[in-house]
């Protein structure tokens, strides 16, 4: 054996041993995503490692107003299929207010009809927030004050948006992610943590629950027992508490957080789009009931319109003929 592979075996050795450990005793500098398999070994000889340079990233306007978002910086890495969707508001910890998500909806439209976008990247402003929840200034008596002053729940139709939407979304989490941002950091895919970031509800702290998504994906993400612990006690936990909870995917040092994240949508970028598409909806489908059903169900329907058998019943029916499915197998 050469020296060369002595040390790759001597690595993966050590990586498989630090896997088998108890998650406690990890050796933490030993991520994951440093972890190369022989499967990674074998695809790295044909595609390469992952690109590492900076992106040049292009902001978006507001469709509405055609000028830049307020609350909201929408960005796109030029040349990539990443987006960039960041909450503006770093003064208030980067709170929402209706504006906020109003804002966040229509950028994450924009980048689930781009067909150049595969992976999309949500984050707070500055390194002390991700997001704070809802802007508490902006709560009337009914709820936050949205039309004339009427309280509107606008954030539960951006985690649906988010839960829905066919391509990865990224939470990229440094600093604070509590409230209905800890909510928002839930729904989204995946989650990469800076070594500073810290989560928690603090709802029934300022008389506020999430009893939709906000219990049931983090029921499902960290067990009922630790769903109720962080919904009872509303008390805030470290990123490495909420790695081993199961709440984010990696925990990285602050400065390497942008970085790290790109990592991940590039590898993501480098897969099948339409693997990836089915894999959220159906990890989702069961959870989400009939609502996850349809989501899956509606990407057969989208595969089976490009085969032929789809377009023999579609071209049949414009010319008045006869469609001819004889011609198609009935697969065992
Ligand atoms: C996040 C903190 C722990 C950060 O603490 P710290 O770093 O010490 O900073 P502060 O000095 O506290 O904050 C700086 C500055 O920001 C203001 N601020 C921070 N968070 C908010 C906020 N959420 N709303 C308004 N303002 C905020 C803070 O007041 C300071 O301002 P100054 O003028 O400088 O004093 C800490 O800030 C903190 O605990 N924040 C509050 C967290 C919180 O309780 N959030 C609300 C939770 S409830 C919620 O989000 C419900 C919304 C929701 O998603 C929902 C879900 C399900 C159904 C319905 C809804 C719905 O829409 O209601």
Known sequence: MDQNMNMIVRRRMACVANHLMPAGQQNSCISVSNCSSPMDDSYRRTHGDVPSHEPAWRTVNDVESGKEFTDIIYEKAVGEGIAKITINRPDRRNAFRPQTVKELMRAFNDARDDITIGAIIFTGKGTQAFCSGGDQTFRGKNGYADYDNFGRLNVLDLQVQIRRLPKPVIAMVAGYAVGGGHVLHMVCD???????????????????????????????????????????????????????????????????????????????????????????????????????????????????????????????????????????????
């Open 190 to 332: 995946l989650t990469i943590a800076a070594e500073n970031a810290v989560f928690g509800q603090t709802g029934p702290k300022v008389g506020s629950f999430d009893a939709g998504y906000g219990a049931s994906i983090m029921s499902r993400l960290v067990g009922p027992k630790r769903a109720r612990e962080m919904w009872y006690l509303s008390k805030f936990y470290t990123a490495s508490e909420a790695e081993k909870m199961g709440l984010v995917n990696i925990v990285v040092p602050l400065e390497k957080l942008e970085q790290e994240t790109l990592k991940w949508c590039r590898e993501i970028l480098r897969n099948s789009p339409t693997a990836i598409r089915v894999s959220k909806s159906a990890i989702n489908a069961a959870d989400d009931g009939h609502a996850g059903l349809q989501a899956l169900a509606g990407d057969a329907t989208l595969m089976f319109y490009g085969t032929e058998e789809g377009n023999e019943g579609r071209s049949s029916y414009l010319q008045h003929q006869k469609p001819d499915f004889s011609k198609f197998p009935r697969l065992p």
